[in-house]
């Protein structure tokens, strides 16, 4: 039978599969989807959140599959929201997180993209880093009108190299050169 998909990835966010898809590609990787929300655990690690993401994943579809986690981490608050990002999102968004900065404006996005079959278990991680808008800055979704890049002055939802630079691509470099060598 004809192979369409190499690996899923296993995720309620379209946006985030349409990015990984795109870098994917560019490294001749098929990726399929499964939408779902999977059970997340509480926890300081992207990664052990990934880890237990990536389980569930595997346990339900049986095939190789791929989770990903992300945080965005402002220096000035000490890292937060970082794993909390998501419920953060969810609750004071974007316009609450530039309630809370003056100056110092600086932060990180990281991604872990964990990867899961009946043999193996492997993370991998990407980081970008740079700092938080003055207010929102294009169409994006999540935090990009808030995130700009280092060495940009436009936001991750204005630029049209998004996915040549984020902490996804970074990641999932990372995972490709492991994937296609293992
Ligand atoms: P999650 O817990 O991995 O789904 O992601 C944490 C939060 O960061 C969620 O609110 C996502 O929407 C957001 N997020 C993750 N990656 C990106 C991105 O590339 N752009 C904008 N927001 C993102």
Redesign the pocket.
């Known amino acids: 039978m004809l192979q369409l998909y190499d690996l899923f990835f296993v ?1 309620s ?1 379209p ?2 599969y349409k ?1 990984a898809k795109k870098i994917l590609d560019s490294f001749g990787i098929k990726l399929g989807f499964f939408k779902s929300e999977l059970e ?1 655990i509480q926890s300081n690690s ?1 990664k052990d ?1 990934a880890i237990h993401k990536v389980k569930n994943a595997f346990s339900k579809y049986k095939k190789p599959v791929i989770v ?5 981490f402002i220096n000035s608050l000490s890292g937060f929201p970082g794993p909390y ?2 419920y ?3 609750t004071i968004g974007n316009k609450g997180i530039l309630n809370l900065l003056t100056t110092k404006r600086q932060a990180k ?1 990281v ?1 872990i993209i964990t990867y899961c079959d009946k043999k193996t278990i492997e993370s991998f991680e990407g980081k970008i880093i740079g700092s938080i808008a003055n207010s929102q800055k294009g169409n ?5 009108p808030i ?1 700009i890049p280092k060495n940009s002055n436009k936001t ?1 939802a204005q630029i049209d190299d ?1 996915n040549q630079i ?3 691509y970074k990641a999932l470099k990372k995972f490709s050169n492991w994937y296609l060598h293992k």
């Not at 990903?68 to 965005?72: A, Q, R, Y």
């Not at 994006?140 to 990009?144: L, N, R």
């Open positions: 995720s966010n946006h985030k990015e997340e992207l959140i990903e986690d992300d945080g965005i990002s998501s953060v999102f969810k996005f991604s994006g979704w999540g935090y990009d995130f991750f998004k984020s902490h996804r």
